[in-house]
């Protein structure tokens, strides 16, 4: 072999092992570095230098044998991330070490992985703030730090983050509002505040979220009014906003595309007006619950024809009217509780259409006559809680009410209901 060719040779050799075996062994170093500042870390016990690092509990490397991901949910680990990052670390995607021990801040080196996708240190005791410096992390798709002790606000540089699909922060006293930028991020499908202490209006940007199926802003100090905005987001599966202080109307437009919602739960709030007819277009619509609030009108005769309808829950408001005999029709519907409004009239017969009703609550209304009674369907057990006992169970009758097959719970108290069922169960 001519010289020079040989010498190409063996600096290909050299350069192949450089490129196979110092990264890996950069790696392992940088692992068991962080693993030494760990507490006991009993489950570490495969990382060492004995076993090939592709082969520790919870790493995963690509083919060329570089660490992909470091996946420890629940492994008691007990330290901190201080000396997680390191430049060797260069291929990893995925950073999974939710429902550990983990405590201090979260280091802003994290953002120098630039090639993760996915970080999930949710379930720890990290407290400090969220570092601005995330927003490096172009190739971000989660980003859940839920059930933490972190504080400082929601940095507005998330969103620049531009692919990310999944923002989970719920469970901290983050504090601060909510930044208009997230309404940037054209691929979020997950925007999970609940319970982080926002003091806040909702921005009407947030409705620039065409992709998002669950906005979960719950138990925050949110104010202001629901902006019409949110109509545009045609995608939206759940939509919790319970606990909060907002105020003024449900705009009625957020029922003219809502053709995928399944849960609009607005509970706790300080909504006035009344609940727009508009609602028969949210054809998909499981779980309606607007107690709690200043509501007034009366409740919407579309509502019978929402055949995935299970739970109306509209229970101290300001509601007026009767109960729609249309009620009948939304056969799906297993609780209805409007306690604690002004309805009156009597109740329709339809009533005894809802055969999957499993409670029924409708005291603390107006509502007189009898209980309807068509057709004196027997029903196997009927269970009545009276209101006055805070819904203990009072008494069993096998009296004919309608044909509520399955009614576990009725709670009729504070009426002036009158009919062989009440004078049964003794109420
Ligand atoms: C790898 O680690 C496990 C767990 O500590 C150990 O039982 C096993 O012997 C190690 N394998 C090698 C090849 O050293
Ligand atoms: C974590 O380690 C610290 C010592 O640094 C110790 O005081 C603490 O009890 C450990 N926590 C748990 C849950 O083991
Ligand atoms: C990463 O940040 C932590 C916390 O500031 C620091 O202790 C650590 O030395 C940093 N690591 C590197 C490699 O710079
Ligand atoms: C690992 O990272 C390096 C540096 O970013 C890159 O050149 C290489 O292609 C990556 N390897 C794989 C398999 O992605
Ligand atoms: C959260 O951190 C504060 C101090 O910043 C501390 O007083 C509090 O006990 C911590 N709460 C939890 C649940 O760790
Ligand atoms: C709300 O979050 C705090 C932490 O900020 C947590 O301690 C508390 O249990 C959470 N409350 C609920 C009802 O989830
Ligand atoms: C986002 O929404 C706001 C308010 O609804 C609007 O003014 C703005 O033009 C929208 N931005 C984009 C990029 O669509
Ligand atoms: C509902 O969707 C249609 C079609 O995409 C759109 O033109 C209209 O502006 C939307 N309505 C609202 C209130 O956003
Ligand atoms: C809603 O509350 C804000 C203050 O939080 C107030 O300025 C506004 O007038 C209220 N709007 C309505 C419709 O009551
Ligand atoms: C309920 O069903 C009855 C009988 O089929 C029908 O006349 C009525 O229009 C329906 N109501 C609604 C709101 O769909
Ligand atoms: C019944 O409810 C009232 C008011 O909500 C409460 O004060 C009382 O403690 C409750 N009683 C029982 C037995 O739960």
């Not at 050799?13 to 392992?28: D, H, I, Q, R």
């Amino acid at each position: 072999m001519a010289p020079l060719k040989k010498l190409f040779h063996t600096s290909l050799l050299l350069l192949v092992c450089a490129a196979k075996a110092a990264n890996p062994e950069a790696e392992a170093e940088a692992l068991l570095r962080w693993k030494s500042t760990l507490v006991g870390a009993n489950s570490l016990s495969s990382w060492s230098t004995a076993n090939s690092t592709c082969s520790w509990f919870g790493v995963a490397c690509d083919a060329a044998g570089h660490v992909t991901e470091l996946s420890l949910p629940n492994a008691g680990l007990n330290g901190t991330l201080d000396y997680l990052y390191s430049a060797a670390l260069r291929n990893l995607t995925k950073i999974k070490l939710n429902k550990n021990i983990l405590a201090g801040a979260i280091p802003a080196n994290i953002s120098m992985l630039l090639t993760l996708a996915f970080l999930d240190l949710g379930s720890n005791s990290l407290v400090g703030s969220i570092p601005r410096s995330f927003s490096r992390l172009q190739n971000l798709k989660a980003l859940r730090l839920s059930a933490n002790n972190l504080t400082g606000g929601i940095p507005e540089e998330l969103g620049m983050i531009s692919g990310l699909g999944n923002l989970v922060l719920y469970g901290n006293p983050l504090g601060g509002s909510i930044p208009a930028s997230l309404g940037q991020l054209q691929l979020l499908h997950m925007l999970h505040i609940q319970n982080a202490s926002l003091v806040s209006t909702l921005p009407p940007e947030l409705g620039n979220l065409t992709s998002l199926k669950y906005m979960i802003l719950s138990q925050n100090q949110l104010y202001g009014s629901l902006p019409p905005s949110f109509a545009r987001i045609q995608t939206l599966l759940f939509f919790h906003m319970h606990g909060n202080n907002i105020n003024g109307s449900i705009p009625s437009e957020m029922f003219t595309n809502c053709t995928k919602l399944e849960r609009f739960i607005v509970y706790g709030n300080l909504l006035t007006g009344s609940i727009s007819s508009h609602i028969i277009k949210c054809k998909e619509l499981e779980f309606f619950d607007g107690s709690g609030n200043l509501l007034t009108g009366s409740i919407p005769r579309e509502i019978g024809s929402m055949r995935n309808l299970q739970a109306l829950f509209l229970w101290e408001n300001h509601l007026t009217g009767i109960m729609p005999s249309d009620i009948g029709n939304a056969t799906s519907l297993k609780f209805l509780d409007v306690s604690s409004n002004h309805l009156e009239g009597e109740l329709p017969r339809t009533i005894s259409l809802l055969v999957n009703l499993v409670a029924l609550s409708l005291s603390g209304n107006k509502f007189t006559g009898t209980i309807p009674n068509p057709d004196s369907k027997q029903l196997p057990v009927v269970k009545i809680a009276n209101g006055k006992d805070n819904g203990s169970f009072s008494g069993e009758s096998r009296s004919a009410i309608c044909g509520l097959t399955l009614l576990q719970l009725l709670d009729l108290s504070n009426n002036e209901l009158f009919g062989d069922f009440l004078v049964a169960s003794g109420i």
